[in-house]
Nanobody, 121 residues
Framework: QLQASGGGLVQAGGSLRLSCAAS????????MGWFRRAPGKESEFVAA????????YYADSVKGRFTISRDNAKNTVYLQMNSLKPEDTAVYYC????????????????WGQGTQVTVSS
C-alpha cells in the first residue's frame, strides 16, 4: 500500500516536498516512481528511484529542479520539488513496480492516491 502526501498550493518559484509511505511489503527490490496528471492531459513520468542502490531517473522537464530520494528506515520515498512553475500543476501519484527500471505508467502495478500540487503564477 502506498500513501502519498505533501501537496498544496504554492507560488511560482516555491518548493514542496511530497512523501510516499509504503506499507504491507518490502519494497527493497522495487522501482518507486512519481507520475503526474494535469487536467486534460495523460499521465506523465516525473521521477523514479531504484530502491536498492538508489539510482535515480528524471523527466527532462523536472531535471535540476526535482529530487527523488528514499528513507529505508521509514520505508518512504520523497519528491523534493524546487523552483516550481505553473506548468507543474497536477495531481501527483507515487507508484511501485518490480525492476527493471521503467518510466511507463502501465508497468507500475501499485499506486497510491494522488496529491494535488497547484502552482500559482
Amino acid at each position: 500500500q502506498l500513501q502519498a502526501s505533501g501537496g498544496g498550493l504554492v507560488q511560482a518559484g516555491g518548493s514542496l516536498r511530497l512523501s510516499c509511505a509504503a506499507s504491507g511489503r518490502t519494497f527493497s527490490k522495487y522501482v518507486m516512481g512519481w507520475f503526474r496528471r494535469a487536467p486534460g492531459k495523460e499521465s506523465e513520468f516525473v521521477a523514479a528511484i531504484i530502491w536498492s542502490g538508489g539510482s535515480t531517473y528524471y523527466a527532462d522537464s523536472v531535471k535540476g529542479r526535482f529530487t527523488i530520494s528514499r528513507d529505508n528506515a521509514k520505508n518512504t520515498v520523497y519528491l523534493q520539488m524546487n523552483s516550481l512553475k505553473p506548468e507543474d500543476t497536477a495531481v501527483y501519484y507515487c507508484a511501485a513496480h518490480g525492476t527493471p527500471m521503467s518510466t511507463s505508467p502501465t508497468d507500475f502495478a501499485s499506486w497510491g492516491q494522488g496529491t494535488q500540487v497547484t502552482v500559482s503564477s
